[in-house]
């Protein structure tokens, strides 16, 4: 079945240093990528997400490239900052009919001023 | 404006009672779901209906049990509440059963505590 591994936080960083929060998948087929954040007493919200391989999804100042060859799915940000504080989470769709989403564990992140 | 709303965002109840979980969503999508994240963060997908049919239907207690009144609306029953029911539940929403690359949208949650 598909799974998504996804480092285990937390992730601690200092304003205006660089992010990258590691996520690898398994999968059958071309499966949709996402990344998702989830702040304080709220419920997910999409981040970004790709659909094919080598597409990069980009929000917020946050990138993510589907690599297919090294099935990851990596965030990149050059800059946090404190308001970026959250737990990340990364997830992926199957391809072909009606698939379930696939959460990963979820890395929180603190950035510090 | 709001999206996807659940009622209520907290409940505090006694191990035993039964209790109920309402979402609505006002985006026209035809998918819903509830979810459950524990303390640790970690998401587990619950349930899942498609245009008021069941869908996906994990290894859940037969104690939960979802209604789909129309594709708008997903409630989520409890019955006999346990200790180990504490977590909270998240109802999300999507667009299309067949396509992969749609997003979920999610609500704000509900903060269950059984003491």
């Known amino acids: 079945g598909n799974s998504v591994t996804q480092m285990e936080g937390p992730v601690t960083l200092s304003e205006e240093a660089f992010l990258t929060i590691n996520c690898t998948y398994t999968?059958?087929?071309?499966?949709?990528l996402f990344w998702y954040v989830q702040y304080p007493g709220e419920g997910l919200q999409l981040l970004l997400k790709?659909?094919?391989?080598?597409d990069k999804g980009s929000n917020k100042g946050f990138e993510a490239t589907y690599r297919k060859e090294t099935t990851s799915f990596h965030l990149e940000k050059g800059s946090v900052q404190v308001s970026d504080s959250a737990v990340y989470f990364c997830?992926?769709?199957?391809?072909?009919?009606?698939?379930?989403?696939?959460f990963g564990i979820g890395t929180k992140l603190q950035v510090i001023p | 404006d709001t999206a996807v709303s659940q009622t209520p965002k907290y409940l505090v109840t006694q191990m035993g009672n039964d209790k109920s979980i309402k979402c609505e969503q006002n985006?026209?999508?035809?998918?819903m779901y509830w979810y459950k994240q524990d303390s640790k963060k970690f998401l587990k997908i619950m349930f899942s209906?498609?245009?008021?049919?069941?869908?996906i239907n994990e290894t859940v207690p037969n104690r939960f049990s979802p209604k789909s009144p129309d594709k708008a609306h997903l409630n989520l029953h409890i019955n006999s509440l346990e200790l180990g029911d504490s977590a909270v539940y998240f109802c999300?929403?999507?667009?299309?059963?067949?396509?992969?690359?749609?997003?979920?949208?999610f609500g704000d949650g509900t903060r269950l505590s059984i003491l």
């Open positions: 997830a992926l769709s199957g391809s072909g009919g009606y698939q379930k989403v696939t």
């Open positions: 999968a059958t087929g071309y499966p949709s």
């Open positions: 985006l026209g999508h035809d998918t």
């Open positions: 999300a929403s999507s667009q299309g059963i067949n396509r992969g690359g749609q997003p979920q949208h």
């Open positions: 790709a659909t094919k391989a080598d």
């Open positions: 209906y498609n245009n008021k049919e069941l869908i």
